[in-house]
Antibody, heavy 120, light 107 residues
């Protein structure tokens, strides 16, 4: 059974950092790209960042470029999102999503999300 | 950036009726279009990929059509568990990957 489980969400002050993690199981992790998608309270889905199977291709939304860094550890079947210089508008539920292909595409499995709240 | 526009924002239908949801892309995305269902309090679920292919385990009452810039998700014979928010997403070009604003299907 495919599972992706996020962790690391917390309440943080503006300007501080946070690192999210995603543990994957039930599939060959290094065959697929992985992505982060967020959802602000009461709002729609926003793609944040994605990383290809071998970390050779990485992309970011303009809203997070230069502040967030995505990485993966294929030996540990894990995905990470380093979030620096956090802003109030980064407050959201962050989903880890498995891509159906090795680089980018649709998202066939999603975690339940981890909540990031940026507030003083 | 490819902008995805969904309409209507809210669709009121009765159980057993058909619902037709639209998604428009600001430029051609070929058939690189997915649809997701999100029930309140739950993660999104993939319904359709490649504009018209149902994902694993998705009932036949869900169907997708279209290509280029105009896409449709049709739900035939709405059941109580189908009342949710539906999002389209393009994956023709990245970054960024982009979602539509969503259509809420309500009773």
């Amino acid at each position: 059974e495919v599972q992706v489980v996020e962790s690391g969400g917390a309440l943080v002050q503006p300007g501080r950092s946070l690192r999210l993690s995603c543990a994957a199981s039930g599939f060959t992790f290094d065959d697929y790209a992985m992505h982060w998608v967020r959802q602000a309270p009461g709002k729609g889905l926003e793609w944040v960042s994605g990383i290809s199977w071998n970390s050779g291709s990485i992309g970011y939304a303009d809203s997070v470029k230069g502040r967030f860094t995505i990485s993966r550890d294929n030996a540990k079947n894990s995905l990470h999102l380093q979030m620096d210089n956090l802003r109030a508008e980064d407050t959201a539920l962050y989903y880890c999503a498995k891509c159906s292909s090795y680089s980018y595409g649709d998202f066939d499995y999603w975690g339940q999300g981890t909540l990031v709240t940026v507030s003083s | 950036e490819i902008v995805m526009t969904q309409s209507p924002a809210t669709l009121s239908v009765s159980p057993g009726e058909r619902a037709t949801l639209s998604c428009r892309a600001s430029q051609s995305v070929s058939s690189n279009l997915a649809w997701y269902q999100q029930i309140p309090g739950q993660a999104p679920r993939l319904l359709i990929y490649g504009a018209s292919t149902r994902a694993t385990g998705i009932p036949a009452r869900f169907s997708g059509s279209g290509s280029g810039t105009e896409f449709t998700l049709t739900i035939s014979g709405l059941q109580s568990e189908d009342f949710a928010v539906y999002y389209c997403q393009q994956y023709n070009n990245w970054p960024p990957l982009t979602f539509g604003g969503g259509t809420k299907v309500e009773i």
